[in-house]
């Protein structure tokens, strides 16, 4: 558990998080702080990220000792507060990552599903909730993405707009915390317009409660810390295609959305993928909003993005709606074929897991 803390690239933000940063500082200077040589991955990334490990970093040493003696020394360790941090995320983020499992229960009963159960279990067997556990990617993003659309699919009831504004404060967090949360914004239409009671959808209030939710969490940080968003997000993008090597040529576009939509696959498992792409193609779900909205947010990632590979980490705000989607498909089926057909499905996501953990060599 300890070694993605310890050894991957984004150990970085744990070492940087416990030499003693304060936040205030790092916000206000963030644009010349990424360019420090120490920083390889906070200049493709907002503040929130660097600014949520130091605040794990300021928990960790409240809660463990600094004179407490490990039996197992680590030669990464820089001093006590680097190895206290180390130590508290490696029990924190699996815990942040299992919370994700109630907002994602809570929007299954806003839709009002037959089995509001299935679907977050078919989640936690999948390999990437199980497998990627250490990532802040997994820690965060699915509870983060769950919460902003339970919020929405709540504020599409009748007299319960201001809900939306709780998930324009919820866009906000995310979007400071990682960029690749923006597509989860989009997603709020769809959302809204599957919600069993969208027959009393008030969308002019919707919008300016959402609004007001975002554009009031930024406007606190601007006019607090001087933070730009826009900046940010440009210098981050620039940096990103520079890193990575990215260039706006037809061929590359094409290379890694082959390998973007056949990793997608792979790791949802066979059977998923392929009640994925039926539900997709079938004109039965054509105009289910969720569905419809969710291959538009795929296309526009395969076509617009610029990451080749980490699919798994990168779109794993993605998974909850494909599970409720391939859940929507399921329900169709015949009630005396439909057990058997979820039993499957789960034995083989289960087992599917299993066989990527024998082989894993991530954290």
Known sequence: MRHHAIASGHSEFVITASRGFHATEILERYEEFVLLPTQRFSPSKPPGQLLTYIAFDRISRQLIPQNIHFEDPIPQVID??????????????????????????????????IQPWLPPLLFVASAPFSLIVMHFDQALYPLLSCLMWWAVAKGAEASKARWAGLAGIIAGIGSFVSFSLLPAILLCIPIALSAPQKKHLQWPKMILWFGFGLCSFYLLLWLFFGYNPILRYQNAMIHHATWKGWVNEYWLF?????????ELFWWLSPPASLLLVHAWLSRTYSTNPLIFGNLIIVIVLLALGKTIGEIARLWLFLMPLFWIQIHIHIEDIKPKNRTTVQIFLLLFIFLWTVGFKSKQDFW
């Open 254 to 262: 094409w290379l890694a959305s082959k390998l973007n939509t056949a």
């Open 80 to 113: 006590p507060p680097h190895r206290q941090l180390i130590e508290f995320i490696s029990v924190l983020f699996p815990l942040m990552a299992a919370l994700s499992v109630l907002p994602f229960y809570a929007l299954c009963r806003q839709f009002r599903l």
